[in-house]
């Protein structure tokens, strides 16, 4: 069983579509949980951080951890052709140690 | 405020020739990373920084050496390029804190 386990997708979903994407993952020890954006041809870039169990919003973001289940979400809502990216969801056990990457869900949301 | 600077951005390899992918940071950080990332497959660690004159394997380490003899720079060597090589090269830093790393735009290998 891999650390960290995404669905690649894809998911193609209209616009204004409330999105949800999913990791799982099996080391109990993690509590840092990072959701990352990828643009083709660019490198990826945080979009939410939580740290333990919970949620946090940011806008039409919201990331999810059910540390009981290891399960993270992201949820976006009124999704917009500029959401189209990859999403990673990257996890780490300490601050500062490197992180591990589920493999991407590619999104694309049409006008 | 540049961030993470890789170069070069694109480089074809022949079998077997070497190169260096160069990864400057102007932020300070003592954490840096290189990840590899192929299609499908996510981001894979290389080799990892926590500061200079150290350095440590990562998930893929085989293939490829790492410095690090100044906080800014992180280059990643690669002796005796192999068609398994062919992806494409990200370096990340971080001031060692939660939130996550800041990426480089990356750097497009093909080995043939």
């Known amino acids: 069983q891999k650390e960290v386990e995404q669905d690649p997708g894809p998911l193609s979903v209209p616009e204004g579509a409330i999105v949800s994407l999913n990791c799982t993952y099996s080391n109990s020890a993690f509590q840092y949980f990072m959701w990352y954006r990828q643009y083709s041809r660019k490198g990826p870039e945080l979009l939410m951080y939580t740290y333990s169990s919970g949620n946090k919003e940011d806008g039409r973001f919201t990331a999810q951890v059910d540390k009981s289940s290891k399960y993270i979400s992201l949820f976006i809502r009124d999704s917009q052709p500029s959401d189209s990216a990859t999403y990673l969801c990257a996890m780490s056990d300490q601050a500062g140690t490197a992180l591990i990457f589920g493999k991407g869900t590619t999104l694309s949301v049409s006008s | 405020n540049a961030g993470v600077t890789q170069t070069p951005k694109f480089r074809i390899l022949k079998i077997g020739q070497s190169m260096t992918l160069q990864c400057t940071q102007d932020m300070n950080h003592n954490y840096m990373y290189w990840y590899r990332q192929d299609p499908g497959m996510g981001l894979k660690l290389i080799y990892y920084s926590v500061g200079a004159g150290i350095t440590d394997k990562g998930e893929v380490p085989n293939g490829y050496n790492v410095s690090r003899s100044t906080t800014e720079d992180f280059p990643l060597r690669l002796e005796l390029a192999a068609p398994s090589q062919t992806s494409v090269y990200f370096c990340?830093?971080?001031?060692?804190?939660?939130?996550?790393?800041?990426f480089g735009s990356g750097t497009r290998l093909t080995v043939v």
């Open positions: 990340a830093s971080s001031y060692g804190g939660p939130r996550g790393y800041t």
